[in-house]
Every structure is written in structure tokens, then in C-alpha cells.
Nanobody
Framework: QVQLVESGGGLVQAGDSLRLSCAAS????????MGWFRQAPGKEREFLAT???????TYYADSVKGRFTISRDNANTVYLYMYSLNPADTAVYYC????????????????WGQGTQVTVSS
């Protein structure tokens, strides 16, 4: 069973940076692609980024390309580095896992975390 636990969210000011972490309880972590999504109040869930099983390929939504960076390590953790945050980035951020990288990029995932709140004040 896949369990994902996000951390690192909080209240920051516009222009700040933040790093989110996702600890994955997956015995075969290297066989899963990982991704990040977010959902702002009153809006649909939005795809942000994916990272391939080996971490050698990343893919970003146009809305965050150049500001957000996804990475993973060998300790079953995936990260989302966020720079130049603005109030429009306020949302609950979710980590996701799937054995198909294309599924994540399409907004689907086999497993989801519970989310971590990021609030950016102006």
C-alpha cells in the first residue's frame, strides 16, 4: 500500500521561497513516477510537475515552469521547490504517485497524499 505524507507548507510572504517534501512509504519507490498538484479554494485540482522514476526527466505545467522545481532522492522523498511565490500560489498542495508517468501529467494518480496548505500573503 502506498502512503504519501506531505510537509513543509505554511504562511509565507510574496516573493518568498518554500520547499515542500513528500515522504513516500513505497517499498518499490524507484518504480513510481511522482508528481505534485495543487487545489485552490473554489478551483479544480491543478497539475504542477512530474518526476520520472529515476528522476532524470521532469515535466512542468506552464503556470509554474521556471519557478517550481521537482526532484527526488533515494530516501523515498520527493520535493517541490517553489520560488517567487505570489498570492495566486495559495492552495493545498498534494503529492501523488503512479507507476505511469503519463498518468500523472494527465491529472490522474493511483495514490495521493493528504495535502499541505501553502498560503502566500501580499
Amino acid at each position: 500500500q502506498v502512503q504519501l505524507v506531505e510537509s513543509g507548507g505554511g504562511l509565507v510572504q510574496a516573493g518568498d521561497s518554500l520547499r515542500l517534501s513528500c515522504a513516500a512509504s513505497i517499498p518499490t519507490f524507484s518504480t513510481y513516477a511522482m508528481g505534485w498538484f495543487r487545489q485552490a479554494p473554489g478551483k479544480e485540482r491543478e497539475f504542477l510537475a512530474t518526476c520520472s522514476r529515476t528522476g532524470d526527466r521532469t515535466y512542468y505545467a506552464d503556470s509554474v515552469k521556471g519557478r517550481f522545481t521537482i526532484s527526488r532522492d533515494n530516501a523515498n522523498t520527493v520535493y517541490l521547490y517553489m520560488y517567487s511565490l505570489n498570492p495566486a500560489d495559495t492552495a493545498v498542495y498534494y503529492c501523488a504517485a503512479d507507476d505511469q508517468e503519463t498518468a500523472l501529467a494527465s491529472g490522474r494518480a493511483g495514490s495521493w497524499g493528504q495535502g499541505t496548505q501553502v498560503t502566500v500573503s501580499s
